[in-house]
């Protein structure tokens, strides 16, 4: 975390006590516009075949290649008409119970920078292109608005029980890095992964990854690794049976995870529903920078 320009102890100057700021719209450079465009129309040659319906769905819907970067102010009405959701603007990573509060009350938090021309394969924290373009189509569907209004809900929860380690494992399987299987095939809904060029392939096509059926207490128990390519993708049947597992008092759930031992990422166990059973080739030469 030390490494991220964008990490506050408390609100910065200029932001209101919820941290959230004003997108300024105005004060973007062409520079920071062209690197919008430049992402959208890379992504946009990848994605088609391989994200799921509803995320393309929501892309058309908000209408987010007008020219640059979306102003938040002719995106959102768009997006509160269809699913009661506005994106708000803050400066960087917010505290736990901050993100949750938004999420319960359905506004989704993004950031305002955007990465630097020389950053676009790469970038360690989320800008407003993984925020906007990954996350907010998918809350134009109901359902999946549903459950990340759940998320930040139980989040508060979770919070005050000392699960939020295992919360956070659903979310980062769920909301950043899920696949759902389609009539097609397997496609992608996760937000580390559209707004990726690398991982939207990877995460589909490469033999190195597991690929495993959802499973809500499998998937809390699941370690995970950042920075980097995932090695294992949890496949969920669709938005209604993801919202419709999540909607439950995980009580009883956190109980069996305190004594439960964590699963390390490659595991797969006899009882998994396997679509893909990787090879793990990618993480056993070292994962991004590997030759």
């Not at 319906?53 to 938040?72: C, K, Q, S, V, W």
């Not at 505290?95 to 989704?108: G, M, S, T, Y």
């Not at 999946?144 to 998320?151: D, P, R, T, V």
């Amino acid at each position: 975390m030390s490494d991220f320009e964008h990490v506050f102890e408390q609100p910065p100057e200029g932001a209101a006590a919820d941290w959230t700021i004003p997108q300024n719209w105005g004060a973007y450079t062409e520079v920071e516009h062209e690197t919008w465009n430049t992402l959208y129309a890379r992504q946009m040659k990848i994605l088609p075949g391989r994200a799921c319906e509803a995320y393309m769905r929501g892309l058309d819907a908000l209408d987010l290649n007008t020219g640059g970067i979306p102003d938040f102010e002719v995106m959102n009405p768009k997006l509160q008409a269809l699913t009661g959701w506005t994106v708000v603007c803050v400066p960087g990573l917010v505290p736990d119970e901050v993100f949750f509060d938004h999420l319960a009350n359905r506004r989704f938090v993004s950031g305002q920078f955007i990465r630097k021309p020389d950053q676009l394969d790469y970038l360690q924290e989320p800008d407003i292109f993984h925020d906007v373009f990954g996350h907010v189509p998918m809350l134009t569907d109901p359902d999946f608005a549903a459950y990340m209004e759940a998320y930040g809900k139980g989040g508060q929860r979770a919070q005050s029980l000392g699960m939020l380690k295992n919360l956070a494992r659903l979310y980062w399987y769920t909301v950043e890095f899920g696949l759902m299987k389609e009539a097609d095939g397997l496609r992608i809904y996760g937000a580390g992964i559209v707004s990726s060029a690398t991982e939207s392939v990877f995460s589909l096509e490469d033999p190195s990854p597991n690929r495993l059926g959802f499973d809500l207490e499998r998937v809390m128990k699941t370690l995970y690794r950042i920075d980097d390519f995932q090695q294992v993708y949890f496949v969920i049947d669709g938005l209604e049976p993801l919202k419709q597992a999540t909607l439950q008092d995980f009580g009883p759930l956190y109980e069996r995870l305190k004594g439960a031992d964590d699963l390390p990422i490659e595991t797969v166990l006899p009882e998994d529903v396997v679509f893909t059973h990787g090879t793990q080739a990618y993480a056993r030469k070292g994962g991004r920078f590997a030759a």
